[in-house]
């Protein structure tokens, strides 16, 4: 990445002579106008089809973004410490293969799982140990890595497809909980929670922050910097793991181009919930609001027929254009 | 010359000799000249593509969207051709540099003015260039009966023994050695990515200079989507999926350091010949071409990790302290 913190001079923060109230530092935050957008999608859709405003559809429009946003929150506290993981979708492929030669054995479901969880893990601590113990560029690292877990199920797999999952095993990614109500949702709000008092409630969620703001000062402050983001490496594993976990149970089978071009929507979600692409600011709520403003933006789009790879148009032109808007306007108000 | 034996390009063109060696042993039929030559003509693509990649290397920055350029330019090419095949070669040649030039351009230019870090932007105008294929093609595949017999034969036409695609290849590599070497802009490229602070004390527009980089690295794709397509004479929405990977990979092994500022010429040659002499290997050895991705993958891995490793402790001592000075 090209941080010269040269040209960054020309974007210099603007320092208030005091802080505005609470209420006004709300309203004018980036999870609000993030609100607005999603609620201004939803009347939109719900007046484009006529098939949107159903209990049964809005559920259904939930799974275009639960499996994503669940990476998404591990990647936000990534993101947030300086480091980043292109290679979740390549770690999905891999655990989804790894439970799909498993079930071949007529494993039970708590195994599959295990495995599921376990070759996340894995391959985590492979890009982690790659990063923070050889000291390498956690882009290109796992930019090498997001070929190298997608190629093992490849190689496992070739043109051959893993299915015969135990009956069980439908429930994570079909079941639901209570009315429309799916398990996958429940999950997202749990893991959502959890992000959110891990992030913004404890001292290791200050310690990602100080990471990302100057690893320098952090380092000389006491922080172990090598062990967090290790840990933060682990944890994008392992919610890949889960992630997959999710998908394979819902398409109840597994092909080596699972997931494919995964890990460009995850990054866009994170970017669109406000959390700064270089590090050090960004929250879990904003990533929650990305998630539902991308689930219904794709779920509108696929109710007027648009195909698939139109829509990654628009997720690539949302990713520059919600963080080009704010830069433009800075330059703008600047003249 | 003793600066050359114990350099990274001397160790790989070890590496590559002993991978042909290898090969030699047990099929002596693949290092016929003839088979040599058709090896370079299938890593010409990656070739081409790859110097482009590496003056954006150069410069800390990275090119993701140079496969869906490819594909994009390739498509309206082989749609063009279909439609008018009495617009003539040279200007569909022109349309193909002239339009990968702009898709780097409009990297280049959010790369600069709005300093949004390069592999953002470049994610974004990957899927957004590939989405704009199928948007135009409306998803059908252009075939060989549809295009010209001198849009499909120029690349293949063999010329003093080699196919002009090989010669296209060359000649961009010989402007690079000198491109990179002896102009101002090629050495603007080294400075900018070693030391942007100091380049800009040296009066370089560190912005600008990447602009430029990202505008070669899109003309050079945008010429490959026009080989590309008529060598292989199909066009369709996939064409190069993931390539982008392999041209990375390419440099990365090459020794282009993906910090900035470090890496030559010959040795992004000698990374892309590597990793075409793998891929065309594999299937004459008997592997499964589905290898093809962990390896890849796996030789990225192994790269970067030997760059880091020889780099350290790599510091000049630029001022010796006076020995036994009290």
């Known amino acids: 990445m090209s941080e010269t913190g040269l040209r960054d001079s020309s974007l210099h923060r603007h320092l208030p002579d005091r802080l505005e109230g609470r209420g006004a530092r709300l309203v004018k935050s980036w999870e609000s106008l993030l609100l607005a957008v999603a609620i201004a999608i939803f009347v939109a859709n719900s007046f484009a089809s006529p098939y949107f405003l159903n209990a049964w559809s809005l559920s259904d429009a939930t799974f275009n973004f639960t499996e994503k946003a669940m990476i998404a929150f591990a990647m936000a506290m990534l993101i947030i410490a300086g480091e980043i993981d292109l290679s979740v979708a390549g770690i999905v492929a891999l655990a989804s293969t790894a439970m799909g030669a498993a079930a071949q054995f007529e494993v039970g479901v708590p195994v599959l799982i295990l495995v599921g969880l376990g070759t996340g893990l894995l391959c985590g601590a492979f890009n982690g140990i790659l990063v923070t113990g050889m000291g390498l560029p956690s882009i290109v690292v796992t930019i090498g890595t997001m070929s190298l877990f997608r190629g093992i199920s490849y190689i496992v797999l070739g043109d051959q497809a893993y299915r015969g999952y135990p009956a069980g095993f439908s429930w994570f990614g079909q079941g639901y909980v209570f009315w429309v109500i799916s398990f996958e949702l429940v999950l997202f709000a749990i893991l959502a929670l959890i992000y959110y008092v891990v992030l913004h409630r404890t001292s290791f969620g200050r310690t990602v922050y100080a990471i990302g703001n100057n690893p320098t000062g952090a380092l000389f402050s006491g922080i172990r910097v090598a062990r967090v983001k290790f840990v933060l490496f682990l944890l994008t594993g392992l919610m890949s793991g889960v992630a997959a976990i999710c998908l394979t149970s819902r398409l109840g089978s597994t092909r080596p181009s699972i997931a494919t071009a995964w890990e460009l929507e995850v990054v866009t979600m994170v970017v669109l919930g406000g959390i700064n692409i270089l590090g050090g600011s960004g929250t879990i709520p904003g990533v929650v609001i990305a998630a539902f403003v991308m689930g219904l933006v794709t779920f509108g789009l696929g109710l007027l027929n648009v195909p698939g790879i139109v829509m990654s148009i628009f997720i690539g032109a949302l990713l520059i254009g919600v963080i080009a808007l704010p830069r433009l306007w800075t330059l703008w108000r600047q003249r | ?326």
């Not at chain 2, 199928?134 to 036409?157: C, D, K, L, Y």
């Not at chain 2, 690079?176 to 370089?204: C, D, E, K, Q």
Request: glycine letters at 12%; charged letters at 10%; a positive charge.
């Open chain 2, 1 to 326: 010359m003793s600066g050359f034996l114990r350099s990274r390009e001397a160790l790989l063109t070890l590496v590559v000799l002993a991978l042909l060696g290898l090969i030699a042993g047990r099929f002596p039929a693949f290092v016929a000249p003839g088979n040599l030559a058709g090896v370079f003509n299938d890593t010409a693509p990656l070739l081409i593509l790859a110097l482009g990649q590496t003056v954006v290397i150069l410069t800390r920055c990275i090119d993701l969207s140079v496969a869906a350029n490819l594909a994009l330019t390739g498509m309206v090419c082989a749609m063009l051709n279909a439609a008018a095949p009495d617009v003539p070669l040279a200007a569909i040649l022109a349309l193909a540099v002239a339009m990968g030039a702009v898709m780097g351009a409009i990297n280049g230019l959010l790369v600069w003015t709005l300093a949004i870090p390069p592999i953002v932007v470049t994610l974004g105008t990957m899927t957004i260039y590939r989405g704009l294929i199928f948007v135009i093609s409306g998803g059908e595949w252009v075939n060989s009966h549809q295009m010209g017999a001198s849009f499909t034969g120029f690349p293949r036409a063999v010329l003093l023994g080699l196919p002009v695609m090989s010669w296209i290849a060359l000649a961009i590599l010989a402007g690079f050695f000198l491109f990179v070497a002896r102009t101002p802009l090629g050495r603007a490229f080294y400075a900018v990515g070693g030391n942007p602070h100091a380049a800009v004390y040296a009066g370089l527009n560190v912005g600008r200079t990447q602009f430029w980089a990202f505008v070669v690295s899109g003309a050079l794709a945008g010429l490959t989507g026009y080989l590309w397509v008529a060598r292989y004479a199909v066009a369709y929405v996939d064409i190069a999926a993931g390539f982008e990977l392999e041209v990375v990979a390419a440099c990365v092994i090459g020794g282009i350091a993906i910090a900035g500022g470090a890496g030559t010429i010959l040795g992004t040659l000698l990374g892309a010949l590597f990793l075409g002499i793998l891929k065309n290997a594999l299937p004459v050895i008997g592997v499964s071409p589905f290898w093809q991705m962990a390896i890849s993958g796996a030789a990225i891995v192994v790269a970067i990790a030997f760059n880091s490793r020889s780099a350290l402790g790599r510091g000049r001592i630029i001022l010796k302290r006076a020995e036994g000075a009290a």
